[in-house]
C-alpha cells in the first residue's frame, strides 16, 4: 500500500496566468505563450497511439488463426480534436518478410480518445488467390503509423511495432544457450547481479503521485498527494530492485507553464529534498535502491531525457523578479549545450520515449549526434507502457514500442543500450506490466547491497537488457566480450544470444540486428538464429539482440560495438 504523504516544501501559489501588470510580468507571460499568441501547449498536449496486437489467436473464433487488432488513439489538447491518420500494416514471416495486410483510416481524436477495431481472419493477403490462403507458420509483424495534424505543421509521427505469432503446428522453439553462460568468475561466483529497475517515474515533485481511483492523467504539480518515499516503498512492496522517480525539471516552481511568483530557493530546495529522500530511503531498506533525478526538457520542439545523477536542478524558467528558479541555467530545448554541461559535469541520461522526427534536435537533425551527448547518454526507452496506466496487476495493454527511434540513435553513432520503463503518473510505480530495465551490476561483497555508484557505473558500460518479462534474462556476446563493449576485431565475429526465464517461459523467435554507427543508415536483421558467425567489412559495427517470448513479450540485449580491423 502507498504510505502517507511526507512534508515537501509548500508550493508556491499559482498565479492567474497573463493577468499581467508591470514591464517584468508582461514579459514572464509572454514566455508562457506560443510565437502566435496562443497559450504554450500544456507538457503532455501530444498524439498518444499505440496498438494492442495479441500475440496469439484468440479462443473460440471460427478460423483458427484469427483475433482483432486495437488502434487506440488520444489527444489530449484541451479536448481540442485533432484529424489523426493512421495505418496498420501486417508483414511476414520473419522480420524481412513482405507487407500482406493493410488497413489505414483517419480519425477526428481528442482527449477522450478512440478505439479503432479491426478484425483480422488469419490469412494472408498478397494477391486475390493468397486471400483465400491461410498465412504460414510464424512470427509476423504488426506495424502502426499515425499522424496528427497540428495547426499548419504535422507534428511528428507516431510508429509501433508489435509482433504476433501464427502457429497451428506448435512448432518446437528456437534453440538459445542459456543464460547464465559466461556470467561466473573464475572463482565459480556471479560476475554479476541483475537489477530490475523502473528508471522513469513521476511522483507528486512534479505532475505525478495521484491515487489510481482518481488518476486521470497527469496532475497539476504539486498537488497530489504521494510523493518518492511512497512510490519507492510501493516499488519494493512490488518487488522492483530499484525505482527512479525522475521529476519535470520545469515543474519545480509548481505549474505546467511559468509561476512569476515562484521563489528560487523553494524550487531548489525541493530537489534537494527528493535527493535526500532517496539516499536516507536506500540506507534504510538493504537491498532497494531508490534513485531521484530529474527528466529534462519539454515534448514541444523538444523531448524529454532523464538524468540519473545531478545532484544540482537544471532548468531555465524564470520568475516575475527575471530569477532563475533552478540551480544551473539551461537553455530549453538546447541539446548540445545540454549534453556539452553533462559530460562535463559527469551526468548521465536516459533517452525518453523517443520519437524519429522532431525530436532532441541538433543543427536541426532530430536525435543529432554530438561527442559530448555520445559520453553522456547511456540508455534509450525501447519500450513504455502508458504513462497514465492505472493497473496495478500488471496487465496494462496500453504499451509503447520505440525500437525505431532508438535505432536512429544508434545508426547516428549514439552508443545507448536499450530500457524498458513505465513513466508512472499515477500511483502505480512498476506495476502497470511486468516490464523492466534489467541492470548487470558488478557482484558486490557477499551480504552487501547494490551501491548507487556500482549502478550508474553499470549504465555507464551499457551492461543492460530492456525486457517486457520480468523474469526473463538475455545476454549478448561476441567473441566473448559483454554486451555494452566496444573493441577492435581481426577476422571471424561470433555473435551468441544467452536467454533463460524464471517462470519457465521459451523463446518463439530470435533475430540479431546489425547497423553502422555514424552512418545514419538502417538497422536490418541479419539473422534468425540465435548464434551466427560473420567477418565484417572494414569499420565500425554495431549488433544487438531482440528474442520474443512464446507469451509475445520481447527482450532486448543492449548492442556490441566492434571496430573491425583489416
Request: proline fraction near 7%; charge should be negative; aromatic fraction near 8%.
Amino acid at each position: 500500500m502507498v504510505g502517507q504523504l511526507r512534508q515537501v516544501p509548500p508550493r508556491v501559489a499559482r498565479t492567474l496566468a497573463c493577468a499581467c501588470v508591470g514591464a517584468l510580468l508582461i514579459g514572464w507571460c509572454n514566455s508562457a505563450a506560443a510565437q502566435d499568441g496562443s497559450p504554450a501547449p500544456r507538457e503532455h498536449s501530444e498524439l498518444d497511439a499505440t496498438v494492442f496486437a495479441p500475440f496469439h489467436a484468440a479462443r473460440g473464433e471460427r478460423l483458427a488463426q484469427a483475433r482483432t487488432f486495437v488502434v487506440r488513439l488520444s489527444y489530449p489538447d484541451e479536448g481540442r480534436p485533432h484529424a489523426v491518420r493512421w495505418t496498420l500494416t501486417l508483414s511476414g514471416p520473419g522480420p524481412q518478410g513482405a507487407v500482406l495486410r493493410r488497413w489505414s483510416g483517419t480519425e477526428q481524436v481528442d482527449a477522450g480518445g478512440k478505439s479503432v477495431r479491426l478484425p483480422w481472419d488469419g490469412r494472408a493477403d498478397a494477391d486475390a488467390r493468397a486471400r483465400r490462403m491461410p498465412a504460414p507458420d510464424g512470427v509476423y509483424e504488426l506495424r502502426l503509423l499515425a499522424v496528427a495534424d497540428a495547426g499548419t505543421s504535422r507534428e511528428a509521427a507516431v510508429e509501433q511495432a508489435w509482433p504476433i505469432a501464427v502457429n497451428r503446428a506448435g512448432a518446437a522453439p528456437p534453440p538459445v544457450p542459456a543464460f547464465h553462460a559466461g556470467l561466473l568468475r573464475l572463482d565459480g561466483a556471479p560476475a554479476y547481479r541483475i537489477v530490475y529497475a523502473n528508471l522513469h517515474s513521476q511522483t507528486r515533485h512534479s505532475d505525478g503521485g495521484a491515487p489510481l481511483d482518481a488518476c486521470h492523467g497527469a496532475q497539476e504539480p504539486q498537488t497530489a498527494p504521494f510523493g518518492p518515499i511512497d512510490a519507492y516503498q510501493y516499488a519494493q512492496d512490488h518487488g522492483l530492485d530499484a525505482l527512479l522517480t525522475s521529476e519535470h525539471n520545469h515543474m519545480y516552481d509548481g505549474s505546467d507553464g511559468t509561476n512569476p511568483a515562484a521563489t528560487p530557493a523553494e524550487a531548489k530546495a525541493l530537489y534537494q529534498t527528493g535527493l535526500a529522500e532517496a539516499a536516507a530511503y536506500t540506507n534504510a531498506h538493504p537491498g532497494f535502491l531508490a534513485l531521484y533525478g530529474m527528466e529534462w526538457g519539454v515534448i514541444n520542439k523538444g523531448g524529454h531525457l532523464n538524468i540519473f545523477n545531478s545532484e544540482q536542478l537544471l532548468g531555465w524558467e524564470r520568475n516575475a523578479q527575471g530569477e532563475l528558479l533552478a540551480d544551473v541555467e539551461t537553455p530549453k530545448s538546447d541539446y548540445a549545450a545540454l549534453y556539452a554541461l553533462m559530460r562535463a559535469r559527469g551526468w548521465i541520461g536516459q533517452f525518453n520515449h523517443p520519437a524519429q522526427t522532431g525530436q532532441f534536435l541538433v543543427d536541426g537533425q532530430p536525435l543529432g549526434y554530438t561527442q559530448d551527448g555520445d559520453t553522456a547518454m547511456v540508455l534509450c526507452e525501447v519500450m513504455n507502457t502508458s504513462a497514465f496506466s492505472t493497473n496495478d496487476e500488471e496487465k496494462e495493454t496500453r504499451r509503447s514500442n520505440y525500437e525505431a527511434a532508438c535505432n536512429r540513435a544508434l545508426a547516428a553513432g549514439y552508443h545507448v543500450a536499450f530500457s524498458s520503463n513505465q513513466d508512472n503518473h499515477c500511483a502505480n510505480w512498476g506495476a502497470s506490466y511486468g516490464n523492466r530495465t534489467a541492470v548487470l551490476v558488478a557482484s558486490p561483497a557477499a551480504g552487501m547491497p547494490v551501491s548507487r555508484d556500482s549502478f550508474l557505473e553499470a549504465l555507464r558500460a551499457r551492461r543492460v537488457f530492456a525486457t517486457m518479462d520480468k523474469h526473463a534474462q538475455l545476454l549478448l556476446t561476441a567473441n566473448g566480450r559483454l554486451m555494452g563493449e566496444r573493441f577492435d576485431n581481426h577476422g571471424p565475429l561470433q555473435l551468441s544470444t544467452h536467454f533463460s526465464n524464471s517462470a519457465g517461459r521459451q523463446a518463439a523467435a530470435v533475430a540479431i540486428f546489425h547497423g553502422v554507427p555514424g552512418g545514419n543508415g538502417s538497422v536490418t536483421a541479419l539473422s534468425d538464429q540465435a548464434a551466427i558467425t560473420v567477418t565484417p567489412a572494414p569499420g565500425p559495427h554495431f549488433y544487438y539482440a531482440r528474442l520474443t517470448q512464446d507469451d509475445g513479450n520481447i527482450v532486448w540485449s543492449a548492442p556490441v560495438w566492434v571496430n573491425q580491423l583489416p
